[in-house]
T-cell receptor
Framework: EPEVTQTPSHQVTQMGQEVILRCVPI?????FYWYRQILGQKVEFLVSFYNNEISEKSEIFDDQFSVERPDGSNFTLKIRSTKLEDSAMYFC????????????FGDGTRLSIL | AQKVTQAQTEISVVEKEDVTLDCVYETRDTTYYLFWYKQPPSGELVFLIRRNSFDEQNEISGRYSWNFQKSTSSFNFTITASQVVDSAVYFC?????????????FGKGITLSVRP
């Protein structure tokens, strides 16, 4: 069964450094998302992306965050200058075009900021 | 605004017991979708079920069953004859219909521990 893949599985970065999290969504999906989960807390929406532009973003997704689909397969989340509070599990998800289709999640990237 | 409340935080049962996980939601959308996801200790999020707001028919899939009641804004999940492999965090999530790629709003999750 096709799945969303995320790399790396764990990223350790010094505070203030830039980090790029990578995702390969399911190939016939058109809608892409990033969520994050701070340890022990609920999953929070960051951003949704369709047709090469952001559809919606949360208040968490400030100017330090950006997303890109640089080619036909990858979907990336960049954090420009990481802060300690960016430490979390970041999940990429994708879904098909129908509104009632579930979002399928990758295994996540655990981001640790030192 | 959308909101999902999972009032139970942790549940511990002995294997073979039945367990029900509660979910209550709030939305102003007339069309919306409800989901349950499972997060095992390995950390991934696994889709379990989707329910549309206009379909209140309950569903059974093996040991899993879901009870959707629009009148009480609840979408509860029951595991029958629980097994140790059911130990995980279970999230209820809501998607309003503001477009095909509307975001998911998650509850805080329920940690289920099934003891042998």
């Amino acid at each position: 069964e096709p799945e969303v893949t995320q790399t790396p599985s764990h990223q350790v970065t010094q505070m203030g450094q830039e980090v790029i999290l990578r995702c390969v969504p399911i190939s016939n999906h058109l809608y892409f998302y990033w969520y994050r989960q701070i340890l022990g807390q609920k999953v929070e929406f960051l951003v949704s992306f369709y047709n090469n532009e952001i559809s919606e973003k949360s208040e968490i997704f400030d100017d330090q965050f950006s997303v890109e689909r640089p080619d036909g397969s990858n979907f990336t989340l960049k954090i420009r200058s990481t802060k300690l509070e960016d430490s979390a599990m970041y999940f990429c998800a994708s879904s098909r075009e129908d509104s009632n289709q579930p979002q399928h999640f990758g295994d996540g990237t655990r981001l640790s900021i030192l | 605004a959308q909101k999902v409340t999972q009032a139970q935080t942790e549940i511990s049962v002995v294997e073979k017991e039945d367990v029900t996980l509660d979910c209550v939601y709030e939305t102003r959308d007339t069309t919306y979708y409800l989901f349950w996801y499972k997060q095992p200790p390995s950390g991934e999020l696994v889709f379990l079920i989707r329910r549309n707001s206009f379909d209140e028919q309950n569903e059974i899939s093996g040991r899993y069953s879901w009870n959707f009641q629009k009148s009480t804004s609840s979408f509860n999940f029951t595991i029958t004859a629980s097994q140790v492999v059911d130990s995980a965090v279970y999230f209820c999530a809501l998607k309003g219909y503001t477009g095909a790629n509307s975001k998911l709003t998650f509850g805080k999750g329920i940690t289920l521990s099934v003891r042998p």
